[in-house]
């Protein structure tokens, strides 16, 4: 016999006698199913009478984590039923038209459905906003856009005052709001907003790469651009030179901060927004991907009060998340933490935030001065630009504080090099840097779609080599799948090669060493280059030999690379 839902929730221990005897009083008053009384009632919550509601009809519950939506099975039920009824098409199986369901018993609902699709209907079980957010999930920004467009029809060439009929609500508003929040959706790192001729094109920068995601009506241009100008804080009828400004937005509970930068060109503006999560999206360095011998390196370099550390890469590299995963580390409330940085690209609390703004004369260097005569503990510089600035950062090292910095190198070593060409002098850098983290971003394989491939491509088999390292015989690749978009990556990885300078280092800094011989010493003082770490990524099947191809690989590496 079938257990009844209310026998099942008592059975888990959810309610007792008299909270199913309230419940089903205000049933029978209400007219509510029995589920929406319990979770009415604040007994349970809709999670808990989904997971029972599954076992008392011995239907499946719906994981949407790991299940693909595609638009056009969702299509086949108009949008009205889906969010009045809370019914959503998943797929058709065997002829059966499968459906997540709030009310899976509710046979008028599945009549329904039978008549507008021509399908029986399977019902599977999921809660009410369960399947409102799925629903909002599938509704992607370009179908999303059509139907924006399609409800504000407007020719090209229409007055302007037709267009501020609709004020707040005007077509380019609503599609600037939606391009932002698909942005954050999606977990884009930038958004470009590009002119062409007769239209402007919209893309992702996702994991590294651009993704085109749609084009806008040349009509709409200056609309969208004004919307984003003006969220911005920007002058919307200067059109002639650059802007800079900042938004901040706050999207289904994720604070996110948008650095917005104008560029005139000869279609129009460019816009392009960095998009940047606060605080409590930053990661711990447990979570970059760092091998564990490199993130002990970087944890003792971190239990240090004096001297300087630094992050080095091209852009895009992650430097400034790593450095402030370090502070992350070091905040505390005994330790008075002051950055430098152009722009302020995260926000901790406690610690002290300096925005450089040379049209005041605050540059790197004058505020790196005004700092030391705050009291730092911790001092972090956005980026060494030129000798002034290492000069300090060096010097305040030297005086007894710790400071962070980056700078755009290829590799550990060079960095070294790089310094010195600067015009710092090699002693006062053998006694002040602690350590140098050399590091790249790598894409990480879709786990959802991933299979084994055999390793045949000879460039890598040979670049493999001239590492001293043998080639793995199988590795893997993302087939692409709806979940990675059909890149076959998902997510990005930090690949990194760790110096930290002892004696031996110290001492071929001061007689300026050139870099082989700085390699040499690092190499036997235990470090892995960024090469040998992202082959040990491939061996791991957690990247591929493209990515490698694509972010450490250099011609002058091969054969002679250790």
């Known amino acids: 016999m079938r257990k009844r839902l209310g026998d099942i929730l008592q059975e888990r221990g959810l309610i007792s006698q008299e909270e199913l005897a309230a419940a089903l009083e205000e ?9 929406e009384s319990l979770v009415k009632l604040g007994f349970v919550t809709a999670d808990q009478v989904a997971d029972a509601l599954s076992e008392h009809l011995r239907i499946e519950r719906v994981d949407f984590v790991r299940r693909y939506l595609a638009p056009e099975i969702v299509e086949l039920v108009p949008a009205s039923v889906i969010t009045s009824k809370y019914v959503l098409p998943l797929e058709v199986e065997d002829g059966f ?28 079980v999921a809660t009410e906003e369960e399947i409102i957010e799925a629903f909002q999930r599938t509704r992607n920004i370009a179908q999303s856009a059509r139907e924006l467009l399609n409800d504000y029809e407007q020719e ?72 984003i100008k003006v969220m911005a804080g920007l002058d919307i009828t200067e059109r002639r030179k650059p802007q800079d400004g900042r938004i901040q937005l706050s999207f289904n509970g994720t604070e996110v901060d948008l650095r917005i930068s104008t560029l005139p060109t000869v279609y129009g503006e460019k816009i392009v927004a ?44 992650g430097k400034t998340t790593t450095l402030y995963a370090f502070l992350n580390r070091l905040n505390s409330p005994e330790k008075n933490i002051v950055t430098v940085e152009d722009p302020v690209e995260y926000r901790l609390d406690g610690v002290n935030h300096v925005q450089v703004n040379p049209k005041v004369g605050l540059t790197f260097a004058t505020g790196l001065r005004t ?124 690949i990194g090669e760790v110096l930290v300078f002892n004696r031996e280092m110290r001492q071929a800094v001061d007689r300026r060493a050139g870099e082989d011989e700085l390699l ?35 011609v002058d590496m091969e054969g002679d690379a250790q």
């Open 520 to 554: 040499d010493i690092a190499l036997r003082s235990g470090m892995t280059t960024l090469q040998r770490a992202a082959v040990a990524k491939l061996a791991q099947g957690i990247t591929t030999a493209e990515e490698i191809i694509r972010t450490v690989y250099s």
């Open 156 to 227: 090209e060439g229409e007055e302007e005052e037709q267009t501020q009929q609709y004020l707040g609500d005007a077509p380019g508003v609503r599609l600037a709001n939606l391009i932002l929040e698909q942005a954050i959706m999606q977990k884009a790192s930038d958004i470009h907003l590009e002119p062409l001729e007769g239209r402007m094109k919209v893309r992702y920068r996702i994991d590294g790469l651009l993704r085109d995601i749609m084009e806008i009506p040349r009509h709409l241009q200056g609309d969208v651009n004004s919307r």
């Open 27 to 35: 049933q029978r008053r209400s007219g509510d199913r029995l589920g």
């Open 97 to 124: 038209l499968v459906v997540a369901m709030a009310d899976p018993m509710d046979i008028n609902v599945i009549d329904d459905l039978q008549r507008l699709t021509g399908k029986i209907i399977r019902p599977l």
């Open 371 to 494: 700092v030391l005569r705050q009291d730092p503990d911790v001092i972090m510089v956005g980026e060494i630009r030129d000798e002034e600035t290492g000069e300090i950062a060096v010097r305040s090292a030297l005086t007894g504080h710790l400071v962070l910095s980056t700078l755009h190198t290829n590799s550990a070593v060079a960095t070294v090099s790089r310094l010195i060409n600067m015009g710092l002098e090699p002693y006062i850098l053998s006694s002040t840097i602690i350590g140098i983290v050399a590091q790249r971003l790598v894409r990480r394989i879709c786990f959802d779609c991933r299979e084994e491939v055999e390793l045949t491509d000879p460039l890598m088999i040979r670049y493999i080599r001239s590492l001293g390292l043998e080639p793995p015989r199988v590795v893997y690749q993302g087939k692409g799948c709806p979940l990675c978009g059909g890149t076959g990556y998902r997510g990005r990885t930090a």
């Open 274 to 317: 960095r998009v940047l999560h606060r605080a409590n999206h930053l990661m711990d360095l447990d979570e970059f991907g760092f091998s564990p011998a490199d993130l002990e390196k970087m944890e003792s370099m971190l239990r240090l009060n004096q001297g300087l550390i630094l992050v080095t890469g091209p852009t895009g590299s």
